[in-house]
């Protein structure tokens, strides 16, 4: 059978946003604004397309023009793997124009491709494992924020809110930089101690903290969090130090989850795990390359009786949880008490991951991805086509 790749385009458009990034880069509430977005769109000659939002720095024209054209049109997207390979090549040579999240974004899009033209959710042509999957609620990393998540007393009354909305589970992203006291151990100890104390033992709870914390403050707050019955710990040191973490794996026994933002996709993730570096792996398609890689590091965390929790929340991770069977849970955030995340987004008729009162999200069952596109916003709010 041939999908063969006509064109490759994206278009940039605007969208209304309480979101705003401090100087560090992490998300928190602000002023109604407005944010940037691309659509990256692959058409088959039958006139079927596929989709995957992307950042625009992620997708433009030069990445387009220069790589992802040359590489998928006239191409058979149901040779996706080929495909991949091909782009994966040219990253050699990019000089980090071509990033993993630009091969995330085209290796969704061709997926999307496929299943709307086989008219087959994604998440059921990569093996259909489940119809759904159970959330933990993600928050926002701290704030100086009256009533947001500037304490611990505030963690622990939005941690309420989140088990009345039905999550079984936790995660919190606690204070970094710039905020004025972070990044501090005791703080993060405390958060985590009154969550705990809010919601009882029956919750799973687990810290994404600070990213540069030394070895020694990890291990204390590892030890506080095996305490306090944590189900794991993630990102608490710089990930290009595997030694670091295999030191820190070994001293503990709530489990180490990573690598989260280390380059290298499915082969650095394999160095991980002969190192002993984490007990549960981790993989996303925005990070990872693509849906693809991250299929392949759920299969090698597998074969040696590992999970591998996905990171981060959108379509192609949902239908990756769907696929797959050592996973626990979908990621669901970013959370935080001034926002409502299942406010839909100009750009969509609906969100791709409702939650129901048990924690659930089920996944899609409309072709492809399953997104529920509003091309008529997009079009109106088009600022630059690729």
């Known amino acids: 059978m041939m999908i063969k790749i006509e064109s490759v385009r994206a278009v940039e458009f605007t969208h209304p946003t309480r979101r705003?990034?401090?100087?560090?880069?992490?998300?928190?509430?602000?002023?109604?604004?407005?944010?940037?977005?691309?659509?990256?769109?692959?058409?088959?000659?039958d006139g079927v397309e596929g989709h995957c939002f992307a950042p625009p720095q992620v997708v433009r024209p030069h990445v387009l023009?220069?790589?992802?054209?040359?590489?998928?049109?006239?191409?058979?997207?149901?040779?996706?793997?080929?495909?991949?390979?091909?782009?994966?090549?040219?990253q050699r040579g990019s000089a980090g124009q071509l990033t993993d999240r630009a091969l995330g974004a085209v290796d969704s899009a061709l997926y999307d491709l496929i299943g709307r033209t086989l008219k087959t959710p994604v998440y059921q042509l990569l093996?259909?494992?489940r119809d759904k999957v159970p959330a933990y609620g993600s928050t926002m990393c701290g704030d100086e924020l009256q009533g947001g998540l500037s304490t611990p007393e505030e963690y622990?009354?939005?941690?309420?809110?989140?088990?009345?909305?039905?999550?079984?589970?936790?995660?919190?992203?606690?204070?970094?930089?710039?905020?004025?006291?972070?990044?501090?151990?005791?703080?993060?100890?405390?958060?985590?101690?009154?969550?705990?104390?809010?919601?009882?033992?029956?919750?799973?709870?687990?810290?994404?903290?600070?990213?540069?914390?030394s070895r020694t403050d990890a291990l204390r707050i590892?030890?506080?969090?095996?305490?306090?019955?944590?189900?794991?710990?993630?990102?608490?040191?710089?990930?290009?130090?595997?030694?670091?973490?295999?030191?820190?794996?070994?001293?503990?026994?709530?489990?180490?989850?990573?690598?989260?933002?280390?380059?290298?996709?499915?082969y650095a993730r394999a160095g991980w795990v002969t190192a002993g570096a984490s007990d549960i792996l981790r993989?996303?398609?925005?990070?990872?390359?693509?849906?693809?890689?991250?299929?392949?590091?759920?299969?090698?965390?597998?074969?040696?009786?590992?999970?591998?929790?996905?990171?981060?929340?959108?379509?192609?991770?949902l239908a990756v949880c769907g696929a797959i069977r050592n996973c626990r849970w979908y990621e669901r955030g970013l959370l935080h008490p001034f926002l409502d995340y299942d406010e839909v987004p100009a750009y969509l008729n609906a969100i791709?991951?409702?939650?129901?009162?048990?924690?659930?999200?089920?996944?899609?069952?409309?072709a492809g991805l399953g997104e529920d596109i509003n091309f008529d916003y997009i079009a109106k709010h088009t600022v630059a086509t690729y």
């Open 283 to 317: 993989a996303g398609v925005t990070g990872c390359g693509g849906i693809g890689p991250t299929m392949k590091v759920a299969a090698l965390a597998e074969s040696f009786g590992m999970n591998c929790e996905v990171h981060g929340n959108g379509a192609p991770n």
């Open 65 to 90: 023009n220069q790589f992802v054209r040359r590489v998928l049109v006239g191409g058979n997207a149901l040779n996706r793997e080929k495909l991949w390979a091909e782009l994966e090549h040219w």
């Open 127 to 129: 093996g259909g494992y």
């Open 156 to 213: 622990a009354d939005f941690a309420l809110k989140l088990v009345e909305r039905g999550y079984k589970a936790i995660k919190l992203h606690t204070w970094m930089p710039p905020v004025a006291f972070a990044p501090s151990v005791a703080m993060d100890i405390k958060a985590c101690t009154a969550v705990r104390k809010a919601v009882g033992p029956d919750i799973a709870l687990m810290l994404d903290g600070y990213h540069e914390y």
């Open 352 to 366: 791709v991951d409702p939650m129901d009162r048990d924690g659930y999200v089920s996944l899609p069952q409309g």
């Open 20 to 45: 705003s990034v401090d100087a560090a880069g992490h998300s928190h509430p602000g002023p109604l604004g407005t944010g940037h977005m691309a659509l990256l769109t692959i058409r088959s000659t």
């Open 222 to 266: 590892g030890r506080a969090l095996e305490e306090l019955d944590f189900t794991w710990f993630e990102e608490m040191m710089n990930e290009q130090s595997t030694a670091s973490y295999a030191w820190l794996a070994g001293q503990l026994s709530i489990p180490i989850l990573g690598p989260e933002s280390l380059s290298g996709k499915h």
